[in-house]
Structures are given as C-alpha cells and as structure tokens.
C-alpha cells in the first residue's frame, strides 16, 4: 500500500521567511496531494491540493510542486506570518473512475513562525 | 468551520467501557470517514460510507464500528476500550461519487474531532 514519508517533523522559521515542507509518496497510482493545516485543538483543513496532471500550483503565499518521476511533492509557504504557526500534513491518494481513493497521511511538521 | 460537526468535544470513560462518537456532515456530503489520531501512528484512515453504505476500511480494529444513517450523519461505535484507544477522532465528509460515477469535488472536510481519553 501508500506510504507518505513528511519531512522535517519541526521546522522553525523567522517571521517574513520562507517555509519548506517535503513528502515522498511510494505509490506511483497515486495522483492527488492535498496539504492540510491542523492548528491547535482543532480538525486538519485543506490549505491546497495538486493532482499528477500539473507540476505547480499557487495560492497567495502557498504554493505546492509535484515530481511524479522523484515521486515527491512540497510545501511552499512565503512570507511567513506569526499565524502561519501550525502542523502541517501532506497526504497522497489514488483518483480514478470519478472517485477519489483514501487519503494517507505523513506524520507532519510543526511549524513555528517566530515573530 | 468547516461545516462537520461531531459530538461529543471530549470523552473520558473507563477500560472495558464502549462508547458512541457522531458526526454530522456538510449539507449535500454524501461521503463520511473516520480517521484516528494519536502522537505515534498520526492520522490514520478507519472507514468509510457512502449514502449509507461502508466504501472503505483501513485500519479499524475488530472491537470498532461505523454506520452511516439515512439522513447521513454517522456514528463510529468504539467497545471493550483499551488504554491505547486514547486519540483524537476526527469525521470528513466529502461530495465523492462511488467508482464509476460522474468525477466529484472529493476534497475531504474535516470535524473538530472528539478528545477521547480512556482511563
């Protein structure tokens, strides 16, 4: 099956910084990455998600790169701010007859902004 | 807010105690999971329904169960606990299709999650 390996497991960043956050995924009919953002004492939301078809994708201050052939994909965040401070987990899933598979999980990276 | 409710926020009970954790998903969420969160083995996937039919199973253990109800919610049923049953559980809900139907927004929200903590 899937494995999702996360790294670093902590990363500590000055404030207005940029953060990088690395998954390697071992299945290669794998084809959707969602990256999720848990602050504390609450649930894990989506911050972005690639499928296999695009090697970049932006969102503001986040971005998300895919290399299928390396078989890993990244976090990008920049321009770090205090509230950016979280875990962050990165998850790979199969996509295929119209029906997204289940999601597997790295163990995640606390990331802590320090202002 | 994500829009998936689970109840209660906290549980404490005892060893060899069952217990019965809800989920309510988004409006129009057809799908429901459970995943499992402890320090050690991070967020693991339990199962999955669809309209009120078991989808998916990951690693749920024999003394857990799920059933989806008719008007969706979800409740995950958790009996002869142990002390390593102690863990965030966490409810998603998503508008997937079944395999073979017409392709969905799939992306999974997730709930406030349910502290239990067995004694």
């Known amino acids: 099956g899937e494995n999702v390996e996360q790294h670093p497991s902590t990363l500590s960043v000055q404030e207005g910084d940029s953060a990088v956050i690395k998954c390697t995924y071992s299945?290669?009919?794998?084809?959707?990455f969602p990256w999720y953002k848990q602050e504390l004492g609450k649930g894990p939301q989506l911050i972005i998600d690639i499928r296999s078809n695009v090697g970049e994708k932006k969102d503001q201050r986040i971005a998300v790169t895919l290399n299928k052939t390396a078989k890993h994909f990244s976090l990008h965040i920049t321009e770090t701010q205090p509230e950016d401070s979280a875990v962050y987990f990165c998850a790979a899933a199969q996509y295929y007859g119209g029906s997204q598979g289940n999601l597997i999980f790295g163990k995640g990276t606390k990331l802590s902004v320090k202002p | 807010d994500s829009g998936v409710t689970q109840t209660p926020k906290h549980l404490i009970t005892a060893t060899g105690q069952r217990v019965t954790l809800r989920c309510s998903p988004r409006?129009?969420?057809?799908?429901v999971y459970w995943y499992q969160q402890s320090l050690d083995q991070g967020l693991q996937f339990l199962i999955q329904y669809y309209n009120g039919e078991e989808r998916a199973k990951g690693n749920i253990l024999e003394r857990f169960s799920a059933q989806q109800f008719p008007d969706l919610h979800s409740e995950l049923n958790l009996s002869s606990l142990e002390l390593g049953d102690s863990a965030l559980y966490f409810c998603?809900?998503?508008?997937?299709?079944?395999?073979?139907?017409?392709?969905?927004?799939?992306?999974?929200?997730f709930g406030p999650g349910t502290r239990l903590t067995v004694l």
């Open positions: 409006s129009g969420d057809l799908s």
């Open positions: 998603a809900s998503s508008n997937k299709s079944p395999a073979g139907g017409p392709p969905s927004t799939d992306t999974q929200y």
């Open positions: 299945d290669s009919a794998s084809n959707y």
